[in-house]
């Protein structure tokens, strides 16, 4: 089992920034993939980025690349999403999953782990 915890949500302005960060405990971490998924009020769960299970590979959805950079450190257990110039549609309840695999990928079923998430507003 895997036990996932984000923090650093909050309320922020538009062009302004947070990190999110996804604690783990239980096995050890660095033998998942982890990825970032959102769920806005009234809209489906969508893939946000994701990072292999050694932090080379990595991946983002169309609308925050260039603006968020996910990354890792094994050592702590912790994945990071690092968000810069947000916009009012990031606005969402954000989630960090983990997978027993080297690659997460987009899928939100394919994941293992899920935490409670964390909630990201950004204001006009």
């Known amino acids: 089992q895997v036990q996932l915890v984000e923090s650093g949500g909050g309320l922020v302005q538009a062009g302004g920034s947070l990190r999110l960060s996804c604690a783990a405990s239980g096995r050890t971490f660095s033998g998942y993939s982890v990825g970032w998924f959102r769920q806005a009020p009234g809209k489906e769960r969508e893939f946000v980025a994701d990072i292999g299970w050694s932090g080379s590979m990595t991946n983002y959805a169309d609308s925050v690349k260039g603006r968020f950079t996910i990354s890792r450190d094994n050592g702590m257990d912790t994945v990071y999403l690092q968000m810069i110039s947000l916009k009012p549609e990031d606005t969402a309840v954000y989630y960090c999953?983990?997978?027993?695999?080297?690659?997460?990928?987009?899928?939100?079923?394919?994941?293992?782990?899920w935490g409670q998430g964390t909630q990201v507003t950004v204001s006009s």
């Open positions: 999953a983990a997978r027993g695999a080297f690659y997460g990928g987009r899928d939100p079923t394919r994941y293992d782990y």
